[in-house]
């Protein structure tokens, strides 16, 4: 009746922005993302505690607003006439600030609730679950690189490579810790009704796949740098062209881009992205991380860094 469950949280490379089918929660493009290893949310999930109603606890707070979106996240696993839960949520690193904390906890929430009712679903039925709760979620079923395609009613997820064929390491500049202003739900919402920019963007996203897919079997770091950060750049210029815009960065942002930009300069091999937020992610090869660490704590404007590697897929830590 009980279960507990870790996730971590996922980038994309190739980003997904924009929905086909809002109540299914379907994406309207494909992505491509990498799993972390060193940040990671844990849920509890117990189905037998007895409460009045669902009970949600984020980092030991009771949080009410985030609740509606958890019971449906158990319910769509479990079933609508499941019992009442009560469900702890614990991440290491800043929640709804751009980082994949709604990845990570629904991914982990998915596991855990599916253990808890002691059903035994497969991977990709976890992963399609987890993607109708958050899009972004339905990619850390899977460790290491892996592509979510987007083909008709249903969401395909797809391992391209794991986390020790290609151990790049990510070093995340903090900009400003705080919740964000839109949710990316929202935001993409506005990009695809407003946006002069949107069906260029999904119409562009199978040749930015393709590129990424191929750059990634061939271990091929500069043409995947070259192309993720073009896609970041294009998720971004659709969301500055909406109405009202979206802008979620701040002048630290581009200041971190910048300092990316001069390491690249100076021979590293390393490139930005950037999600639904103002925390910057710079994906490096292993012996330029020292460097890209040191350049990029220096930058004005940044607040904390964070560096991991690349991990594993969700999975289940405890049963009772
Ligand atoms: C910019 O997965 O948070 O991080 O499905 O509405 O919950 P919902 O959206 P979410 O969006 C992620 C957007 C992104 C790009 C990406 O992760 O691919």
């Given at each position: 009746m009980q279960a507990t469950a870790i996730a971590q949280p996922n980038i994309a490379l190739i980003k997904y922005w924009g929905k086909r089918d809002l109540a299914l929660n379907l994406p309207a493009v494909?992505?491509?993302?990498?799993?972390?290893?060193?940040?990671?949310?844990?849920?509890?999930?117990?189905?037998?505690?007895?409460?009045?109603s669902d009970q949600l606890l984020v980092n030991d707070v009771?949080?009410?607003?985030?609740?509606?979106?958890?019971s449906a996240c158990l319910s769509r696993v479990i079933g609508e006439q499941r019992p009442f839960a009560r469900i702890e949520t614990r991440s290491n690193f800043p929640i709804a600030a751009g980082l994949a904390s709604s990845a990570s906890a629904f991914a982990a929430a998915t596991v855990a609730a599916a253990a808890?009712?002691?059903l035994e679903l497969d991977q990709a039925l976890l992963a399609s679950l987890a993607g109708q709760a958050s899009g972004s979620a339905a990619r850390s079923l899977y460790g290491g690189f892996a592509e979510l395609a987007n083909n008709g009613d249903a969401i395909r997820l797809s391992a391209l490579c794991d986390e020790h064929a290609w151990p790049l390491k990510v070093v995340v500049a903090i900009t400003?810790?705080?919740?964000?202003?839109?949710?990316?739900?929202?935001a993409?919402?506005?990009?695809?009704?407003?946006?002069?920019?949107?069906?260029?963007?999904?119409?562009?996203?199978?040749g930015d796949l393709a590129t990424a897919r191929?750059?990634?079997?061939?271990r091929d770091f500069a043409t995947l740098a070259a192309i993720a950060e073009h896609n970041?750049?294009?998720?971004?210029?659709?969301?500055?062209a909406s109405r009202p815009p979206t802008v979620f960065w701040s002048s630290a942002t581009l200041r971190c881009l910048q300092t990316v930009r001069k390491l690249q300069q100076d021979g590293c091999q390393v490139f930005f992205t950037?999600?639904?937020?103002?925390q910057v992610k710079a994906v490096c090869q292993p012996e330029d991380m020292a460097a890209v660490q040191e350049a990029l704590s220096q930058t004005p404007g940044v607040q904390e860094i964070m560096t991991t590697g690349l991990g594993p897929a969700a999975q289940l830590v405890r049963k009772s």
């Open positions: 494909g992505s491509i993302s990498i799993t972390l290893d060193a940040l990671y949310t844990e849920v509890s999930v117990d189905l037998g505690a007895n409460p009045a009771e949080d009410p607003d985030r609740l509606p979106r958890m808890a009712a002691d400003e810790p705080g919740p964000k202003a839109t949710s990316s739900t929202e993409m919402e506005i990009s695809r009704k407003t946006s002069p920019f949107y069906n260029t963007w999904v119409q562009q996203q199978a191929r750059a990634i079997e061939e970041c750049l294009k998720m971004h210029s659709v969301m500055w950037i999600d639904a937020g103002p």
